[in-house]
């Protein structure tokens, strides 16, 4: 039995498991959906509550069950939202935990809510829809281990077992254990296709070179890469040194044009640099580097070999090879040589 359990552990591990570093990326898209979430989340509670009051007011005591229910949504919201900002430009390394941390607060609130559903407002369906609902925006919109999403599901769905029975009978208990199996297979199935793509795009680290100490160059499979758009290679440089972390409309207009660009103007000069980026990359088939969601920009570290990213990995040839200039082509590079000398020299 034990030798079983081991066999079933390492085959998990194998197929399934995903080291946090290389995890980093996926986290900052949860972060980002889970500021999305948290907004939905306060907007929700905070719209009943106002409801409540305003056609409740005079006999709340009846409504302290929903006061309640709708009080947490609007506090996880908005946790959710602030934590999300938080969290934004936290090193690499914690990247995994602290980022995730507003999509759990989302995800466990979703399933507590539909327990809450079903037995303290006493509507069986309305909660077993809301855990469904929930699994389902989970599996399709976020990046979860398998038995993080098994043990979420279960959580929810083992306390509404006996009233699911009681409601619904033996076929409505067996559909939602088939379902839970359904989702769980499925889970397992994303976390090998995101493996296997992390795979591919490690490899190809190999072609797609940063050179950041001295001017800033880009270069695959040894050759420099020529955008058409002089700003375009700056506005990369940026999103490199920014490491990972997402950089808003607002900010690169500031880095690129001025800190008195107005974004109204400047806007389309920035969409037209964005799309030559992605434009040349795409035709020299670099994949998953240049990344876009909900107006925020940002690439990803972990398939990219870059001096800066050694040096701050503590590399001992990076931090030889470093002669007191990074991205020196840049004015706002200035104060990142600054301190990558204090580095050097600590």
Known sequence: MIRVIKKLIDTYRTRYS??????????????????????????????DLVGIFALHFNNLRDYISHLIYYGIFSIVGILAFLISIKVKSVMRQKAYIHKNI????????????????????????????TLFLTVSVVLSMFYIPPLVFLTAF?????????????????SGLADAILI???????????????KQYLTLLKKQKKSLVAKTFGNFTLLYDNKVIKFSRTKSTELVAYLIYKNGSSVQTKELISVLYGDYADSAQYGA???LLISDVKHSL???????????EYNNFRI??????????DFLAGDRQAVKDFTGEFMSQYSWAEDVSAFLERKALG
């Open 18 to 47: 995903i080291s946090p570093i290389d995890l980093a990326d996926f986290s900052e898209t949860n972060r980002l959906h889970g500021k999305v979430a948290g907004i939905v989340l306060f907007i929700f509670g905070i719209g």
């Open 102 to 129: 507003p999509f759990y607060m989302c995800l466990f609130w979703g399933i507590g809510a539909a327990v809450y559903n079903f037995y303290i407002f006493n509507h069986p369906f309305n909660g077993v829809l």
């Open 154 to 170: 279960l959580l929810g769905l083992c306390p509404m077992s006996p009233g699911i029975y009681e409601e619904f009978g033996v």
């Open 180 to 194: 839970l199996v359904i989702m769980f297979y499925f889970s397992l199935y994303k976390r090998r296709v995101e």
């Open 269 to 271: 000069s920035l969409r």
């Open 282 to 292: 795409a035709e020299l088939e670099v994949q998953n580097f240049f990344v876009t």
């Open 300 to 309: 990803n570290p972990e398939i990219i070999k870059c001096d800066y990213y």
